[in-house]
């Protein structure tokens, strides 16, 4: 395997491709190849990379990652020879797409030659496992949140950490140490206790709980379902497996669309046509929202997966072009929002949380500096990159302790597991909320004036 230190140089002056041009015949990747052939090694990616801000070298860089996998489809190289490196420690967060003229869509080339690798190789048993076992099916998620449950309360998920079981069990052993005690009741279990709508009716939507947040952050979800309620929104919320974000970003193309197929035929027994598709977990959003390119050459869900797609919102998103109608109370709380790297690229996705957090009275807002550069947090990055990881979250500290705000507020599960971890180390005293818990206690805010009133 070649060490990465001794790939030539990615900048080495070049002219990118136009459609005029005879492209090589691809050996693979053939559907990203013209894509990466458009990056013009302006450099302009560079400052706004977190890997590159932490570890200033070339294949850290979208041109860096985007040449070599350019100089692997061309056979230059192969794939196997920047694996580690280049392709692991990208972490698909496409913040170099917002600083890239010709919009080179360096994550979606990483996960494309992510998977091809894995196709060449195979892929690792336990990650097989988890992705045609486990994810798909909504009893074997209740099962493994009992079982991680349990062996927090009796004490054997301690044990587990004293001997080294929890190193032993791999990516599942890492999440219980990173997600810390997980509560009782899921969000799907609280979803059946929910208050129907308040005020007029403003329509009916599918409210999608993500299965990582329904199991390590259950009062966030429970947050946002309550706040939608409270708007006047009736809630349909199915059980479903996973939507198949985790096997798109560890390249396992089978377990995405398997997994993606599973979702649609479980929301075509709801009758939900025209319903919207409103969820509040950045990642899984977006990638719902990515289904019909997904699906597309697939006869039978092409038509399904671009309607749900087109019709499916991020919470915050919705919620600000539809307008909040229940009233919010007063909090005296300075935060700041931290971007999941996720949320949609258009303006208003990206303005729709501010504009929430600024209409609750009392709320002092303070920009976060590189508020949408990635925490480290994504998927398993915490546990495959675990130094850059760290030092991506130490930095993303860094410039929450100098907006001196007490809430820092988010909207993405990865974001508010690595958060939280980072806070307990770098900011103890900085809460870190998904954006509708702090709605949520808005709302509650609101009410006990309206009883203080009323008594
Ligand atoms: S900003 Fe885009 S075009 Fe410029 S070097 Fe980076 S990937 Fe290439
Ligand atoms: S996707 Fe994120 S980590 Fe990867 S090259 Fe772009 S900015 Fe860097």
Redesign the pocket.
Same mark, same amino acid.
């Given at each position: 395997m070649t060490d990465v230190a001794e790939i030539p140089r990615a900048?080495a002056p070049s002219r990118?491709l136009t459609a005029t041009d005879d492209l090589p015949r691809p050996r693979f990747l053939a559907d990203v190849y013209e894509a990466a052939s458009? =990056?013009?090694?302006?450099?302009?990616?560079?400052a706004v990379c977190p890997t590159y801000v932490v570890n200033p070298v070339e294949w850290e860089?979208?041109?860096g990652r985007?040449?070599l996998v350019r100089d692997a489809i061309e056979g230059r190289l192969e794939l196997a020879d920047i694996a580690e490196g280049p392709l692991s420690t990208c972490l698909t967060c496409n913040n170099?797409?917002t600083? =890239?003229?010709?919009?080179?869509p360096?994550a979606e080339i990483v996960s494309r030659a992510r998977q091809e690798l894995h196709e060449q190789e195979g892929h690792p048993w336990g990650q097989t496992l988890a992705f045609r076992a486990i994810l798909p099916r909504p009893a074997m998620l209740r099962l493994l949140h009992r079982f991680s449950r349990a062996t927090q309360v009796t004490g054997l998920h301690r044990l587990a950490r004293a001997t080294g079981l929890t190193r032993w069990l791999g990516t599942a052993g890492a999440f219980a140490e990173h997600v810390g005690p997980l509560p009782a009741r899921t969000a799907l279990r609280r979803a059946r206790s929910l208050p129907g709508p308040e005020g007029p009716a403003r329509g009916r939507l599918v409210f999608l709980v993500c299965c990582y947040q329904n199991i390590a952050a259950p009062e966030a979800t429970e947050a946002t379902m309550r706040v939608l309620a409270a708007n006047g929104f009736e809630l349909v919320v199915p059980e479903l497996g996973c939507s198949g974000l985790p096997a798109r970003t560890l390249g396992d193309r089978d377990a995405e669309l398997d997994m993606a197929r599973r979702t649609l035929d479980r929301i075509a027994e709801l009758d939900a046509d025209h319903h919207a598709f409103v969820g509040d977990v950045a990642s899984c959003t977006s990638h719902w929202q990515r289904y019909g390119g997904l699906l597309g050459s697939d006869a039978d869900y092409a038509v399904r997966a671009s309607a749900i797609g087109e019709r499916t919102w991020h919470a915050s998103a919705f919620l600000a072009a539809q307008g909040m109608t229940a009233p919010l109370g007063r909090l005296r709380w300075h935060v700041t929002y931290d971007e999941p790297c996720q949320l949609p690229l258009d303006a208003a996705a990206r303005r729709a949380p501010r504009q929430l957090l600024t209409a609750i009275p009392g709320v002092r807002l303070s920009e976060l500096p590189e508020a949408a550069m990635c925490c480290g947090g994504p998927g398993t990055y915490f546990r495959d990159q675990p130094d850059r990881s760290e030092a991506i979250l130490r930095r993303k500290f860094e410039n929450v302790l100098a907006t001196g705000a007490e809430v820092l507020v988010t909207e993405n599960i990865s974001c508010i597991t690595q958060l939280r971890a980072g806070a307990r180390r770098y900011a103890p005293k900085v809460r870190v909320m998904h954006l509708f818990e702090v709605l949520a206690e808005s709302l509650d805010a609101a009410r006990r004036r309206r009883v203080v009133a009323v008594d």
């Open positions: 900048d990118p458009q =990056c013009n090694k302006c450099s302009l990616c560079q860089t979208a041109r985007v040449s170099c797409v600083a =890239c003229a010709p919009g080179v360096t």
